[in-house]
């Protein structure tokens, strides 16, 4: 069992990264910046993290149960476009760019961490989960709808309130249409 000491600096690193992941796309994040936004020395860190693609799992490990925390078994479409809603500035910064040069790294970092949740064999899993876990081939669709709700919120201010409510209407009548497929 991890004292609460030890919990306590996972989680300060965790923060640190998740809060320049809101200003700073992931290839411009350096390790020093990490330790000095969590006050740690850079040996902290790596008694942590292995690197900072380790710790980006983490935040987005962090981001997912801070989300499924509520106790629900099922996020409604709208519940899911407001997830991604609210935490596309951090997403954003992680977007896979084929004109980055850090493309292989990102694309590692998002492809690793979908695959892990969508073949974890959790009975109370999300229906589109479900849907996307079935299909196919889970990690084109997931890859698919990922890029999908990046390019759609993309488009639109999202401090502006009826882009907001015109994009969440999209994206929960896109989640209910793949909900529904067979």
């Known amino acids: 069992m991890a004292s ?8 300060q690193i965790t923060t640190a990264m998740l809060t320049l992941l809101k200003t700073h796309r992931i290839e411009n994040i350096e390790v020093t910046q990490i ?3 969590a006050f740690i020395k850079r040996s902290t860190f790596y008694r942590y ?4 693609i380790d710790l980006t799992e983490g935040v987005l490990d962090k981001i997912l149960e801070d ?3 509520d106790g ?3 996020h409604t479409p709208a519940e899911i476009a407001d ?3 609210d935490n596309y500035d951090v997403l954003s910064h992680l977007r896979v760019d084929p004109n980055n040069r850090h493309y292989a790294e990102n694309h590692q970092i998002l492809q690793k961490w979908l695959m892990t949740h969508i073949t974890a064999e959790n009975q109370d899993s999300p229906a589109v989960i479900y849907r996307i876990r079935k299909s196919h081939d889970p990690m084109l669709l997931s890859t698919f709808m990922l890029e999908g709700v990046f390019g759609v919120l993309g488009q639109a201010d999202l401090s502006n309130q009826r882009d907001r409510l ?3 209407a999209f994206l929960v009548e896109m989640i209910e249409k793949i909900v529904q497929v067979q």
């Open 83 to 85: 997830f991604f809603m």
């Open 49 to 52: 993290f292995h690197d900072k």
């Open 166 to 168: 015109r994009l969440k």
């Open 4 to 11: 609460y000491a030890r919990l306590r600096t996972r989680n």
């Open 35 to 37: 330790c000095e936004a």
């Open 67 to 69: 989300w499924l925390s």
């Open 72 to 74: 629900k078994k099922e």
